[in-house]
Antibody, heavy 119, light 107 residues
Framework: EVQLLESGGGLVQPGGSLRLSCAASGFTFSNYAMSWARQAPGKGLEWVSLISGGGLSTYYADSVKGRFTISRDNSKNTLYLQMSSLRADDTAVYYC????????????WGQGTTVTVSS | DIQLTQSPSFLSASVGDRVTITCRASQGISSYLAWYQQKPGKAPKLLIYAASTLQSGVPSRFSGSGSGTEFTLTITSLQPEDFATYYCQQLNSYPFTFGPGTKVDIK
């Protein structure tokens, strides 16, 4: 079964850092680009970042550029999102998703992990 | 960045109704558009990609059309499990933006 499982969310103070992980199983991880998206409480979806299958290409939303870093370890079938200089408006449920290259969308999603930025 | 708008933002419909949701892009995106369904407390689910290709396992009452800047998601004969929020997403250029969503509620 194809599955994604996020972890690492929690409560962090403004200006702090947090690293999210997404463990993949049931498919050849390195063959797929992977993305992060988020959803603030009561709000819509926001695309955050994407990394290519080999990890050489990365892309970010303007709202996180320079503060968040996406990476992956294909030997561990794991995707990461390193978040720093966190702000209150980064509070959201963060989802990882498998991304099909060529504009075919995000076809497999994890259950999400909650990040709360508050003092 | 490419901006997406959706209309309506909210619609109230009955089981069996035909429902159409529109997504407009601020510039041409060819057919690089996907549609997602999200239910409360759940992750989004991919319904349609490449504007009109049905994702495997998605019921055939869902269909998508359009290209360029205007796209539609149609649900023929709305079912109880279809009451949810629907989002479009452009995958033409980074950042891959989502539309603001359309909530489909029970009349």
């Amino acid at each position: 079964e194809v599955q994604l499982l996020e972890s690492g969310g929690g409560l962090v103070q403004p200006g702090g850092s947090l690293r999210l992980s997404c463990a993949a199983s049931g498919f050849t991880f390195s063959n797929y680009a992977m993305s992060w998206a988020r959803q603030a409480p009561g709000k819509g979806l926001e695309w955050v970042s994407l990394i290519s299958g080999g990890g050489l290409s990365t892309y970010y939303a303007d709202s996180v550029k320079g503060r968040f870093t996406i990476s992956r370890d294909n030997s561990k079938n794991t995707l990461y999102l390193q978040m720093s200089s966190l702000r209150a408006d980064d509070t959201a449920v963060y989802y990882c998703a498998r991304s099909v290259w060529g504009g075919h969308g995000m076809d497999v999603w994890g259950q999400g992990t909650t990040v709360t930025v508050s003092s | 960045d490419i901006q997406l708008t959706q209309s309506p933002s909210f619609l109230s419909a009955s089981v069996g109704d035909r429902v159409t949701i529109t997504c407009r892009a601020s510039q041409g995106i060819s057919s690089y558009l996907a549609w997602y369904q999200q239910k409360p407390g759940k992750a989004p689910k991919l319904l349609i990609y490449a504007a009109s290709t049905l994702q495997s396992g998605v019921p055939s009452r869902f269909s998508g059309s359009g290209s360029g800047t205007e796209f539609t998601l149609t649900i023929t004969s709305l079912q109880p499990e279809d009451f949810a929020t629907y989002y479009c997403q452009q995958l033409n250029s980074y950042p891959f933006t989502f539309g603001p969503g359309t909530k489909v509620d029970i009349k």
